[in-house]
């Protein structure tokens, strides 16, 4: 029979175990938010760009 220390050390352990695999997540998810910003920046850039590209053809024709 388990007693709730033999159930409290298991859940600890399991949650030693999480905290390793969220740390490697976290990491994962802040690459991807840098990258998402990056990529949004780029867009809005190019986006506008083209954006003056059309209004000055427009102009000249």
Same mark, same amino acid.
């Not at 990491?27 to 991807?32: C, G, Q, T, V, Y």
């Not at 209004?55 to 024709?61: A, G, I, N």
């Given at each position: 029979m388990a007693? %709730? +220390?033999d159930k409290f050390l298991t859940i600890e352990k399991m949650m030693q175990e !999480?905290? &390793?695999h969220m740390e490697v997540y976290l =990491? !994962? +998810? &802040? /690459?991807?938010y840098e990258y998402m %910003?990056?990529?949004r920046r780029e867009? =809005? %850039?190019l986006s506008h760009t083209l954006g003056r590209i059309v209004? =000055?053809? /427009?102009?000249?024709?």
């Open positions: 007693t %709730n +220390l !999480a905290e &390793e =990491s !994962a +998810l &802040e /690459k991807r %910003n990056d990529y867009y =809005s %850039n209004q =000055s053809d /427009k102009k000249r024709f």
